[in-house]
T-cell receptor
Framework: DQQVKQNSPSLSVQEGRISILNCDYT??????FLWYKKYPAEGPTFLIS?????DKNEDGRFTVFLNKSAKHLSLHIVPSQPGDSAVYFC??????????????FGQGTILTVHP | DGGITQSPKYLFRKEGQNVTLSCEQN?????MYWYRQDPGQGLRLIYY???????QKGDIAEGYSVSREKKESFPLTVTSAQKNPTAFYLC??????????????FGNGTRLTVT
């Protein structure tokens, strides 16, 4: 049972344009969401997060949007740069219930930014 | 520099042998986690520990065992009972006993190949 889903395995974008990565979740107990970036043969690094009391969080070129009614979040990268090419993972956790104390990850989306 | 150290980076074992993956952190974090990454499946939680001398099974604990005798160390043993042990294994830690509000910090992983 995949509680966090990233339905696009890959995304290709031109340098300078916007990259939009999507994530859907099914567990209504999730109330904290994170995006991680991962390069090959390395561990993921934290990028940006959002709690369920907000619908938007911005950090430089990265913005995360949360639509709780649709159980959907997205990561926008503007402008995209070749160094952004990596695998992006969406993750979710809950303050209570069986998902407390652990992160559940999506399958990841491979972003390629072309010069 | 504080961080998480996983060793070795590459590990090769024959089928039927148990193998232990090392994870050490000097971040003074209470919680530690083991994830497994397989192509197309994202990161799946194997075991996690919120405090010394205590740990819980994650989503795919069968065929694995852990110990948490020291705050800094959380070794993972892949036993011969694990049917598909070849994977990329990631160790992580977080400051508090839950991940809510506390992004995970990851090591650089160990790639285990069992033949």
């Amino acid at each position: 049972d995949q509680q966090v889903k990233q339905n696009s395995p890959s995304l290709s974008v031109q340098e300078g344009r916007i990259s939009i990565l999507n994530c859907d979740y099914t567990n209504s107990m999730f109330d904290y969401f994170l995006w991680y970036k991962k390069y090959p043969a390395e561990g993921p690094t934290f990028l940006i997060s959002i709690s369920s009391i907000k619908d938007k969080n911005e950090d430089g070129r990265f913005t995360v949007f949360l639509n709780k009614s649709a159980k959907h979040l997205s990561l926008h990268i503007v402008p995209s740069q070749p160094g952004d090419s990596a695998v992006y993972f969406c993750a979710a956790s809950a303050i209570r219930g069986t998902s407390y104390g652990k992160l559940t990850f999506g399958q990841g989306t491979i972003l390629t930014v072309h010069p | 520099d504080g961080g998480i150290t996983q060793s070795p980076k590459y590990l090769f074992r024959k089928e039927g042998q148990n193998v232990t993956l090392s994870c050490e952190q000097n971040l003074n974090h209470d919680a530690m986690y083991w994830y497994r990454q397989d192509p197309g499946q994202g990161l799946r939680l194997i075991y996690y520990s919120q405090i010394v001398n205590d740990f819980q099974k994650g989503d795919i604990a069968e065929g694995y065992s852990v110990s948490r005798e020291k705050k800094e160390s959380f070794p993972l043993t892949v036993t011969s009972a694990q049917k598909n042990p070849t994977a990329f294994y990631l160790c992580a830690s977080s400051p508090s006993s839950g991940t809510y509000g506390s992004p995970l910090h990851f090591g650089n992983g160990t790639r285990l190949t069992v033949t």
